[in-house]
């Protein structure tokens, strides 16, 4: 039984797409690639990888055979230090022995790693078909699936090689959380947290007024639908407004400039993404109240509610010159210079590009 379907339109110039949220909507794939005018008869490329198609592989790959679909699967490692070319290589082989068309597709049925490396890999295969993103994690559902940023990570970097491929549709099921760990869960309500600073007040204080949030097991269902709409509509908002990231979508970036520090440093896989995006929060947060961007008593909310989802808030011990030079090879710099998300009120930041790196080792010395 497919239960409380809502549809969050992704209104772009060119391509547009929807974001599909609804209880048991993994059976809703057929159906869906219809609507979209994919033909009976079409090859998919389904990318997963082993813990989400342990739980839901058979059942994905059996609603595809049923609508008359030709699917086959390619299981990959999916964990940030295989967010890499070899990866990508391995997507376009099975791409080529499924011998996809330019009227084929590839599903990403995953978390942020599987959806941003499918992505990728569509975005290149006979230069370029169709993606679909079907996230099973908290953080891909709210962030990663949403809005077509695509790519792997450089040994300089996270993410400095990638592309814009938007999806032709996002399709979010709920109960793919019921399998999701629970360090993930918490990890992914960063970016929920994330949407709640930068431009949904609303959202924040709903957070705030609710119990045990590092707990998926304790949250009402229609409390989960609600934050998985709110945040997925305020990701889909930015996008529309701003595509490619030529402006205003770099609110999204909120507390990932530290945060890619923290992942590159640190080594991929010692701090999840969604951990290091936390910390990073809170360092943007103390950036802005040393520049008096904020107040104290709404920098210290944040931090109440970052610790209240079980999220770490406290910056790793780095050295210095190693923090800068990793800023300095950001994707974001323009003109030689970081440019900073930081939080003006809640709901509300701003884009700063007057920050020096003393204003950094300053706040990072007080997040310790």
Same mark, same amino acid.
């Given at each position: 039984m497919i239960d409380n379907i809502r549809r969050i339109p992704v209104t772009l110039k060119d391509k547009s797409y929807e974001v599909v949220i609804a209880v048991n909507g993994l059976h809703l794939i057929g159906e869906e690639l219809f609507k979209l005018g994919v033909q009976q008869g079409s090859k998919v490329l389904v990318v997963s990888n082993p813990d989400v198609y342990q739980h839901y592989g058979d059942i994905f790959l059996r609603e595809l055979k049923k609508s008359g679909f030709e699917p086959s699967l390619l299981v990959i490692e999916a964990g940030e230090d295989k967010k890499n070319i070899q990866t990508i290589n391995q997507i376009h082989d099975a791409a080529y022995k499924s011998?996809?068309?330019? %009227?084929s597709l590839m599903i990403a049925l995953g978390g942020g790693v599987v959806g941003d490396m499918t992505g990728f890999a569509a975005s290149t295969w006979l230069r370029g078909i169709s993606v679909v993103q079907v996230p099973t994690t908290l953080l891909a559902m709210v962030d990663a699936a949403i809005g077509g940023k /695509? %790519? &792997?990570n450089h040994i300089g970097g996270k993410n400095l090689i990638g592309t814009f491929h938007q999806p032709k549709l996002v399709l979010i099921d709920p109960l793919t959380l019921n399998t999701l760990p629970p360090r993930e869960f918490k990890a992914g309500m960063a970016e929920v947290i994330k949407y709640g600073v930068i431009c949904d007040a609303r959202l924040f204080e709903i957070l705030e007024n609710t119990n045990k949030l590092s707990d998926f097991a304790q949250l009402e269902p229609d409390f989960l639908q609600d934050i998985l709409y709110r945040s997925a509509l305020s990701k889909a908002k930015v996008v529309v407004?701003?595509?490619?990231?030529? %402006?205003v979508r770099a609110i999204l970036n909120y507390g990932h /400039?530290? %945060?890619?520090v923290i992942e590159n440093l640190c080594g991929y896989g010692t701090y999840l993404h969604g951990e290091a995006v936390a910390i990073g929060m809170v360092a943007a947060g !103390?950036?802005? $109240?040393?520049?008096?961007?904020?107040?104290?008593?709404?920098?210290?909310? !944040?931090? $109440? $509610? @970052?610790?209240?989802c079980g999220l770490p808030i406290k910056w790793p011990a780095l050295d210095f010159k190693d923090v800068i030079n990793a800023l300095r090879s950001d994707k974001k710099v323009k003109d030689s210079t970081v440019r900073f998300v930081i939080p003006t009120e809640i709901g509300s930041v701003q884009i700063n590009d007057q @920050?020096?790196? $003393?204003?950094?080792?300053?706040?990072?010395?007080? &997040?310790?």
């Open positions: 011998r996809l068309e330019r %009227g /695509t %790519g &792997v407004s701003d595509e490619r990231e030529g %402006g /400039t530290f %945060g890619h !103390q950036l802005s $109240l040393d520049k008096a961007k904020w107040s104290k008593e709404e920098n210290e909310r !944040q931090k $109440l $509610l @970052i610790t209240k @920050i020096s790196n $003393l204003d950094i080792e300053n706040c990072l010395s007080k &997040v310790t």
